[in-house]
Every structure is written in structure tokens, then in C-alpha cells.
């Protein structure tokens, strides 16, 4: 089958950074569901593994972590899918990734796909959506107010694929008021258009223009990215006693500063739950599932911004390298082999 992959990790502008390759087509059993993919997108955890994972020697390595597509075979232990079921999922960094013609996922992390999507919008939005679900609700837990805070959140990083979901997610599921965070017109726009109440400039001090919006000390900040270079202010403008979570990898984190707020950190990685095996495992299959209720009720919308033709080499380098600027919005989404 066709797929893409790489031998050694590095720059994205070298020849073999991502090849077209073939390789053997797998076999669904236990848990598994075989799916022939019809999209995929890319997230910045794609260009962080091929910049610093090597494979074995002689492997490829593929990467991938949203995709689109029909089901084709089943293992003996699944209950939830029969072959011919549309599906999406983000699947398990452990694993081998969705950029191939065919991939195994275990069927607990996977949901049903929106039916009012196209396969190139339903891509754009799992590892994103259990991402924002999970730190939203799993570890902030926005539904629990703060006492004597703003019922706010802060959302830092408001026009990327985390952030662009995350905006979303808090106007159809909470009366929280939205603060995004974007740096340029085109992307102030969006995150306008997504639902964000408030747009500040994070390429400014924070503290500042959030005081200047009159609504109080926000219960709860989001950091998407760069989280490093904005702590100084989180620490000044968020409540007592608020929540603060990040998702990026900062060199450094010194989170003593909160400790005076009593400020509570919380980390959010999509993988987790099935990269141990979990006992609630599921839930990733079940907020999917959510999302894709959100989605074909009108409440939420695709957060894809670019769609590549064909899933090859050319086009996820192209991909990779847009993601690396660190200025995309949205999604970058490639669909057909």
C-alpha cells in the first residue's frame, strides 16, 4: 500500500525528509479496526517527531494523527464498528500514523464521523477537539466556577487548530466569556468569527489589555503556545484560585509565581489515555462522538483553512512546513491517495 514515511529525523527542506513509500498492508485483530484513509491532517506534533524521532534502522517511520475514512476490516473483540463505517480519529502516537492508504486504530479512540462533513472537514478535527475536550473539561474543568473571578476564560493561541476548536467548545457548552489571543488582522478575524468575545494581541503584554476589558480577573487561561514567554502575565492576570493550563513544551516552566494565587496547573496531552491504556480509554471515542453531534447540529464548525491534493510526499512537506512558521490558522488538511 501507499504511505509516507522517513528513515532519519530532520529539517523538512531536506530531499528525504518525507518520502512516497510502499509498505505492507496490515491486518485488523482484537480491538483493532483496519480503515482506508481519505484524509488526514497535519498538527505541530508531526514536525516534532520527524525533526527528533529516529526510527530503528531499516524502519520507516509514519506519521499522522487525524484521519478520515471508511472502515474495512474488523478484530475479533470489536463491538462498536462494522466494515463500512465512516470514521474519525486522532489514533495513538505509540502506533504508526494515518499517513498510508490503510491504518490500524484501536476502535475505543475512534468516532463516528460527522455526517454534514466532507471528508477533508472532518479531518481537520480530531486530535485537536480531544485536545481542547480534554484540558477543558477533563482538567480545568470550565463547568466549576471560581469564586470571585470573572466567569472568563483566556485562551492564548485562539487561531490555531487547538485554540480554533477550543473557542468553539466554550461558547456551545458554557456561558464563559471568550478572550482569544491573535497577532495579525487575518487571524483576529477568525478567532472573531469562531465566537471569541474578546481579541487581544499576544505580540503585546497581556495583563494589561485584559484589565482594560473591564470584565475582572479571568478563572481560566488556556495557553496553546509559547507559554514560556507569556507566564509573566498569566501570573498577573488571572484570578485567585483560577486554573491555568498549557499543552506546548516549554524549556522551563517556573510556576512558583502561582503559588501566592494558589493557582493550579494543568497539563493536557491527547495521548495519554492510549498511550497507557487506560480504564476510560473510551472517553476519546465518546467525545468524538460529542463533537460530531456539535457539528451536525450547527452549534460547531470545521476549523480546516487548507486542503492539499493528493496525500503524498510533496504536499505533507508543504504541510509541515507551513506548521512550522507557527503562523497557520485553522487546519491543514490532505485528502486522496
Known amino acids: 500500500m501507499k504511505a509516507v514515511g522517513y528513515r532519519t529525523a530532520g529539517p523538512v527542506d531536506r530531499d528525504d525528509a518525507l518520502v512516497d513509500i510502499e509498505i505492507e498492508r496490515p491486518r485488523a485483530g482484537g480491538h483493532d479496526i483496519l480503515v482506508e484513509v481519505a484524509a488526514v491532517s497535519v498538527n505541530p506534533v508531526d514536525a516534532k517527531v520527524r525533526q527528533g524521532s529516529n526510527p530503528q534502522d531499516g524502519q520507516w517511520k509514519v506519521l499522522g494523527w487525524d484521519a478520515v475514512g471508511r472502515v474495512v476490516e ?14 474519525y480519529y486522532a489514533g495513538s502516537i505509540a502506533r504508526a500514523g494515518a499517513n498510508s492508504q490503510f491504518h490500524l486504530v484501536d476502535e475505543r479512540i475512534v ?85 471569541a468575545h474578546h481579541v487581544i494581541d499576544h505580540s503585546k503584554p497581556l495583563a494589561e489589555q485584559v484589565e482594560a476589558l473591564g470584565i475582572g480577573e479571568p478563572a481560566f487561561v488556556f495557553s496553546t503556545t509559547e507559554t514560556q514567554r507569556h507566564l509573566g502575565e498569566i501570573v498577573k492576570l488571572i484570578a485567585p484560585q483560577g486554573r491555568f493550563g498549557l499543552i506546548d513544551d516549554p524549556e522551563m516552566l517556573d510556576v512558583l509565581p502561582f503559588k501566592r494565587k494558589a493557582v493550579s496547573t494543568h497539563w493536557e496531552l491527547m495521548f495519554t489515555r492510549p498511550l497507557f491504556g487506560t480504564s476510560d480509554m473510551g472517553e476519546q471515542g465518546k467525545l468524538l462522538d460529542a463533537v460530531a453531534a456539535l457539528i451536525d447540529e450547527g452549534r460547531i464548525r470545521t476549523t480546516v483553512s487548507e486542503v492539499l ?17 507557527g503562523r497557520a490558522k485553522g487546519k491543514i488538511v490532505l485528502e486522496g491517495f
Do not use: Y
Open 309 to 325: 491534493r493528493p496525500i503524498n510526499a510533496d504536499n505533507l512537506k508543504k504541510a509541515h512546513g507551513l506548521i512550522e512558521t
Open 111 to 195: 468516532g463516528r464521523k460527522p455526517q454534514s462533513l466532507s471528508n477533508a472537514e472532518a479531518a481537520a478535527l480530531p486530535l485537536t477537539a480531544i485536545t481542547a475536550w480534554e484540558m477543558l473539561f477533563d482538567r480545568l474543568d470550565v463547568r466549576k466556577a471560581v469564586a470571585g473571578a470573572a466567569n472568563a476564560i483566556l485562551i492564548v493561541g485562539g487561531a490555531g487548530g487547538v485554540g480554533s476548536i477550543a473557542i468553539q467548545l466554550v461558547r456551545a457548552l458554557t456561558d464563559l466569556t471568550v478572550i482569544a489571543t491573535a497577532s495579525r488582522p487575518e487571524t483576529s478575524q477568525w478567532v472573531r468569527d469562531l465566537g
Open 74 to 87: 474488523i478484530g475479533d473483540a470489536v463491538s462498536g464498528f462494522k466494515p463500512g463505517a465512516e470514521v
